[in-house]
T-cell receptor, first 114, second 113 residues
Framework: ETGVTQTPRHLVMGMTNKKSLKCEQH?????MYWYKQSAKKPLELMFV???????ENNSVPSRFSPECPNSSHLFLHLHTLQPEDSALYLC?????????????FGPGTRLTVL | AQSVTQLDSQVPVFEEAPVELRCNYS??????LFWYVQYPNQGLQLLLK??????LVKGINGFEAEFNKSQTSFHLRKPSVHISDTAEYFC???????????FGTGTRLTVIP
């Protein structure tokens, strides 16, 4: 595997379910990001991790819970979601959070909340 | 905080015609500028970036962009588009010292045969 991978690619869940999204980067980067992509809106940055520590949390509801066990893996734990949380969730990584900030993206997880 | 404006949400263009996708950003401080492309059911792929130096930047797939500091713009151009260029294009900006990229709302380029 190369680059940034995300699993699953598609997820359908009910509002009472608990599920997790997984992201893995094979680039040796130190920073990882979760974004939410909804139609007609700019990408919304949700969380930033640098060297496994959360450095930014953009007022994301507590029903989204990130976890970064090491610099290669990032999870997004989901519970009691709402239908408006349906979106494409993108993971990205970068060499660090300073410098040029070029980010490398995974293919995304298409989430549908029923 | 930065804001990034992509004025055109949709741009239809005939195959082999030239195209320009517009991007303006709000801040005049030192910035890095990016264009990403997103094909259906895929993540974002970097097309090109401006970090410093020459204001004309060349990227992959024949695209180029020009940084204009006085107009705070970073428009994307291609002299002759192909069907395979049909995709969503995102402009993004980061500021020196900030943690993240700020994205525009995207422009959907549709190439018509």
């Amino acid at each position: 595997e190369t680059g940034v991978t995300q699993t699953p690619r598609h997820l359908v869940m009910g509002m009472t379910n608990k599920k997790s999204l997984k992201c893995e980067q094979h680039l040796g980067h130190n920073a990882m990001y979760w974004y939410k992509q909804s139609a007609k809106k700019p990408l919304e940055l949700m969380f930033v991790y640098s060297l496994e520590e959360r450095v930014e949390n953009n007022s994301v509801p507590s029903r989204f819970s990130p976890e970064c066990p090491n610099s290669s893996h990032l999870f997004l734990h989901l519970h009691t979601l709402q239908p408006e949380d349906s979106a494409l969730y993108l993971c990205a990584s970068s060499p660090g959070t300073s410098g040029t900030r070029e980010q490398f993206f995974g293919p995304g997880t298409r989430l549908t909340v029923l | 905080a930065q804001s990034v404006t992509q004025l055109d949400s949709q741009v239809p263009v005939f195959e082999e015609a030239p195209v320009e996708l517009r991007c303006n950003y709000s801040s005049s401080v030192s910035v890095y500028l990016f264009w990403y492309v997103q094909y259906p059911n895929q993540g974002l792929q970097l097309l090109l970036k401006y970090l410093s130096g020459s204001t004309l930047v060349k990227g992959i797939n024949g695209f180029e962009a020009e940084f204009n500091k006085s107009q705070t713009s970073f428009h994307l151009r291609k002299p002759s588009v192909h069907i395979s260029d049909t995709a969503e294009y995102f402009c993004a900006v980061s500021e020196a010292g900030a943690n993240n990229l700020f994205f525009g709302t995207g422009t959907r380029l549709t190439v018509i045969p």
